[in-house]
T-cell receptor
Framework: LAKTTQPISMDSYEGQEVNITCSHNNIATNDYITWYQQFPSQGPRFIIQGYKTKVTNEVASLFIPADRKSSTLSLPRVSLSDTAVYYCLVGPPGALNFGKGTSLLVTP | DAGVIQSPRHEVTEMGQEVTLRCKPISGHDYLFWYRQTMMRGLELLIYFNNNVPIDDSGMPEDRFSAKMPNASFSTLKIQPSEPRDSAVYFC????????????FGPGTRLTVL
């Protein structure tokens, strides 16, 4: 599984756009980039997944440059309820290595 | 749909006792995963099954841990004997073959070993 590096923590104010960048220099050809969100005392929840370029859904956008060595999760206009841990995972369909993720704190 | 079901939700036991955690995946899902989460190590994959067959158990910490999936709707994770360092939240997740890496997680079992 490809090793990923993402910030340990981030802070934001309500209403701002939050971008969390993940580095994955040794990504393999058949690897997908997947992001999960975890609230306290809950299991992780799938947010978005992509292979290249840009993917957008009702929750977030995922930007992947041509070399695929990094990716950025973009959360538009965050609210207090977006306070959570966000995990970047890179790998083929199969097992995932979550690690410790990025702890996002949204304040008023 | 009920989602992934785990039992018990909380378990407190004494060192040396056997602990069995249970998981019922979402109907129709053919992959099942067991994870362990601690503050120190984050969320770690322990083992996963495909069509009830263990595919990768390299994350199982030691021989005290074992997992089984006797049928498509049930899996167990057993720790025997349990130790205080096994205290963690254990998650079960499932997915379909075609969903790539979109896994659905259960609520977890919080295990405390005294």
């Amino acid at each position: 599984l490809a090793k990923t590096t993402q910030p340990i923590s981030m802070d934001s104010y309500e209403g701002q756009e939050v971008n969390i960048t993940c580095s994955h220099n040794n990504i393999a050809t058949n690897d997908y980039i997947t992001w999960y969100q975890q609230f306290p005392s809950q299991g992780p929840r799938f947010i978005i997944q992509g292979y290249k370029t840009k993917v957008t859904n009702e929750v977030a956008s995922l930007f992947i440059p041509a070399d695929r060595k990094s990716s950025t999760l973009s959360l538009p206009r965050v609210s207090l309820s977006d306070t959570a841990v966000y995990y970047c995972l890179v790998g083929p369909p199969g097992a995932l290595n979550f690690g410790k993720g990025t702890s996002l704190l949204v304040t008023p | 749909d009920a989602g992934v079901i785990q039992s018990p939700r909380h378990e407190v036991t004494e060192m040396g006792q056997e602990v069995t955690l249970r998981c019922k995946p979402i109907s129709g899902h053919d992959y099942l995963f067991w994870y362990r989460q601690t503050m120190m190590r984050g969320l770690e994959l322990l083992i996963y099954f495909n069509n009830n067959v263990p595919i990768d158990d390299s994350g199982m910490p030691e021989d005290r841990f074992s997992a089984k999936m006797p049928n498509a709707s049930f899996s167990t994770l057993k720790i025997q004997p349990s130790e205080p360092r096994d205290s963690a939240v254990y998650f079960c997740a499932s997915r379909t073959s075609g969903s790539y890496n979109e896994q659905f997680f259960g609520p977890g079992t919080r295990l405390t070993v005294l």
